[in-house]
């Protein structure tokens, strides 16, 4: 079996093996993706002489009998993580020129657990889209079908995981962009509880929303991943100081007697058909398994999308205001004062999309506004909180479709931000709500991936884990990979 091939899990067992060393490995993976990135344009950086230094050292570490608990096993960052001495630009012109200081938390850690960076990938601007083509480098392809999106923001990273350029990926989720680009690539996206995993060093969208998970090939992989990646971190006033499990300690332990929530809203004419079908053949997988299932309401749910497009765009025009030409990134030339340096800064740097919502934000921030939308949609927030609440006094999980119909073609929807944003409709309510949810793939319609969207009560990453990594041991779906990838 070709390295490309394998899980993070099997090639944590090939390692210790001696079966290759990971610079045979990190080497083998570096050009595969020099291969391959020109088509699928997955990647903004990549850090071949960095990689193969670590690779490197975890194989000295290994032969002395030291190492982390993911020595040498190969990973990419999101470009929306701060890495010393390395390009973070967030897919935007503003930060094509900025190289980080330091490191995010969740890069330091995994580097202190051994892993071997191979580069960052391409992601929507900001974080700002639902299909990674709002990125400043251009559109990530679906492996699948090079005309279609991957999804987003993370779609560079579930492009990467998909065509087995990486077994995994970092991610960031404000409305659902690690599980959505992982249902359209046919991978598994994990989004932690809000404050599960540490923000610091995050270039911050939404600070309420945003939350750093992985993309992966297995629920197994993932939980490898967050129990290096959660815990408590002092330098983020929103990480929650609670002890961190060992998330593969229960992974194989049975799911009867689990109870599923069954969302009748999710089932509504907005999903596509085929899609649905294939959501419930997964929920009939699970039953199988000893799960009962029972339908619950969510009656605020359709107000999810409209609540976070005041929300996060209020938050976007607060937290992007840093970026004005003077301290770092893209500066205008020869401004004729200050005012003309922001403005121009900021015409320049930023897209469309993001220009957009900032304008969006500061109209609901400001005076005589307020009340009227940033207010009321806090107040709706609440009550989709209290929707999830009361339907995890009955269910331990809530199962349905990640996203409403398989990926898109490239251009379909840009030019209409309303039905993009649409695709976000069934995962947005995790975020507003601060929920771990994850998506597993669950088959193909059309030729084209589908994933199962599993959510659980606050702090419930085990049974979300466990959960998927039954249903993955009864399917095959997450080892499909794409014709051209083989």
């Known amino acids: 079996m070709s390295v490309y091939s394998q899980t993070l899990t099997e090639l944590a067992t090939g390692l210790e093996a001696g079966e290759f060393t990971s610079l045979e490995l990190t080497a083998a993976l570096l050009e595969r993706i020099a291969a391959h990135n020109e088509t699928l344009n997955a990647f903004i950086t990549i850090t071949a002489d960095e990689a193969l230094a670590a690779a490197a050292r975890a194989d000295e570490a290994r032969a002395a009998g030291t190492g982390g608990t993911l020595n040498g096993l190969p990973i990419v960052h999101k470009d929306i993580f701060c890495t010393r001495g390395v390009k973070t ?241 893209h500066r205008a030339e020869n401004a004729e004062d200050l005012e003309d340096l922001y403005c121009r800064s900021r015409g320049e740097g930023f897209g469309d999309e993001v220009k957009r919502r900032i304008m969006t934000g500061t109209y609901v921030l400001s005076a005589g506004y307020y009340d009227a939308y940033y207010l009321k949609a806090q107040q709706v927030r609440q009550l989709i909180a209290d929707d999830f609440k009361q339907a995890f006094a009955d269910v331990d999980l809530i199962a349905g479709p990640t996203t409403p119909s398989p990926a898109f073609k490239l251009g379909d929807k840009v030019d209409d931000p309303i039905q993009m944003y649409l695709n976000d409709i069934y995962t947005i309510g995790a975020n507003l709500a601060g929920l771990p949810a994850i998506s597993v793939p669950c088959g193909l319609v059309d030729d084209m991936p589908v994933g199962l969207h599993l959510v659980s009560r606050h702090f419930g990453e085990e049974t979300l884990l466990r959960c998927a990594h039954q249903y993955q041991l009864q399917t095959d779906w997450h080892k499909a990979c794409p014709e051209a990838f083989k």
């Not at 998909?162 to 077994?167: S, T, W």
């Not at 961190?244 to 300690?249: R, T």
């Open 89 to 329: 630009s967030c897919g935007s012109k503003m930060l094509d020129n900025f190289i980080s200081p330091y490191d995010a938390t969740v890069v330091e850690k995994l580097a202190a657990a051994g892993a071997v960076v191979l580069g960052k990938t391409n992601m929507d601007e900001f974080a700002m889209g639902s299909s990674n083509e709002t990125s400043f480098y251009g559109p990530v392809r679906n492996p699948w079908n090079l005309e279609c999106s991957p999804g987003g923001s993370s779609g560079g990273s579930s492009a990467s995981v998909a065509a087995r350029l990486i077994p995994a990926a970092t991610g960031t989720d404000t409305g659902g962009s690690i599980r959505q680009p992982a249902a359209l690539t046919g991978t598994v996206g994990l989004k932690p509880t809000y404050g599960r995993v540490s923000r610091y060093g995050m270039i911050a969208f939404a600070s309420s929303l945003d939350q750093a998970g992985v993309i992966t090939r297995s629920a197994e992989d993932a939980a490898r991943l967050l129990g290096v990646m959660a815990g408590f971190d002092e330098r983020d006033s929103t990480s929650i100081e609670q002890a961190v499990p060992d998330y593969l300690a229960g992974i194989g332990e049975s799911i009867r007697g689990l109870r599923v929530g069954i969302v009748r809203q999710h089932f509504d004419a907005g999903l596509d058909e085929q899609c649905g079908a294939r959501v419930k053949d997964a929920i009939a997988v699970l039953e199988s398994l000893g799960a009962t299932t029972v339908e619950v309401d969510l009656p605020n749910l359709d107000l999810s999308v409209p609540t976070y497009y005041v929300v996060a765009p209020a938050e976007c025009s607060s937290n992007l205001s840093r970026f004005d030409g003077v301290r770092f990134g």
